[in-house]
């Protein structure tokens, strides 16, 4: 994902739920790239999540399947 600006950035990942799991990445983001690499181990179970990425009026979802 490429947010429009700079600026703090988190995401955090959701169950089918609604849930909140985890929150793998706060940060302030230094131009407009950022790359996450979540490796969530034995914490949750193989199943689909949804990432929300917000930051500075910015959001996006990903729905994303993790098998571990």
Known sequence: ???P???SVTV???DVSGRLRAEPYRAVTI???ARLT???GRELPSG???L???GNGWKATRRVVFIG
């Open 48 to 50: 689909v999540y949804y």
């Open 1 to 3: 994902l490429e947010p």
């Open 5 to 7: 600006h700079e600026g």
């Open 12 to 14: 955090r990942v959701y």
């Open 38 to 40: 979540w490796r969530p």
């Open 52 to 54: 929300r990425f917000e």
């Open 31 to 33: 131009g407009t790239r």
